[in-house]
């Protein structure tokens, strides 16, 4: 079973695993994502808020809650949440972990959030696999690219009832 919860720093030590050189292009590693964070705090930016990935009561991965001011380069909807640093342990993969976290996303912002309405994300255009999982768990590619750091970028985006 697939839960979410806030990261809390007790944990850092399992989520220090490592991408491919293929998944690292896609994605901020969990420490990255947590020193990026602990910068944009100390400008007082604290919307951004990372949560860990559990399998089985196991920590298997990391993705960052946006609420920041970045969404609004992929949506003009201040009720919205960019999803961001996404990543599953390699030890985890094959396993369901990624589509299952997305299926459970909605409920985990709805319940930390009842006026965010929104989920906006970007998945590098090579990135297929990513792509599909998003299009399952009823994510739309509305046509929009931006440029990421890996190269160009497919914005899509979930509406939360």
């Keep these: 079973m697939v839960e979410l919860k806030f990261f809390e720093p007790k944990n850092l030590s399992e989520l ?3 991408l491919d050189e293929i998944q690292s292009q ?16 100390q ?7 990372p949560v860990t990935i559990f399998y089985d009561e196991k920590i298997a991965g990391f993705c960052v ?8 380069e992929m949506t ?17 993969q094959g ?18 959030d009842r006026d965010c309405n929104e989920i906006v994300l970007s ?5 297929n696999l990513a792509f599909q999982i998003y299009l399952k768990t009823g994510y739309v590619f509305n046509g929009k690219r931006i440029n990421g750091r890996s190269g160009p970028q497919l914005v899509m985006s979930k509406v939360l009832d």
Excluded at 77 to 86: C, E, G, I
């Design 123 to 127: 998945v590098n255009e090579t990135n």
């Design 76 to 92: 003009d909807n201040p009720d919205s949440v960019l999803l961001r640093a996404l990543s599953v342990n390699p030890e985890f």
């Design 95 to 112: 396993k369901g972990i990624g589509q299952s976290m997305m299926a459970i996303l909605d409920d985990f912002i709805k319940e930390h």
């Design 43 to 49: 400008n007082e930016d604290f919307f951004a808020y």
């Design 26 to 41: 896609f994605s901020a590693l969990p420490k990255q994502a947590l020193e990026r964070i602990e910068a944009r705090n």
């Design 65 to 72: 809650l946006d609420f920041g001011d970045d969404k609004f």
């Design 16 to 18: 220090d695993y490592e």
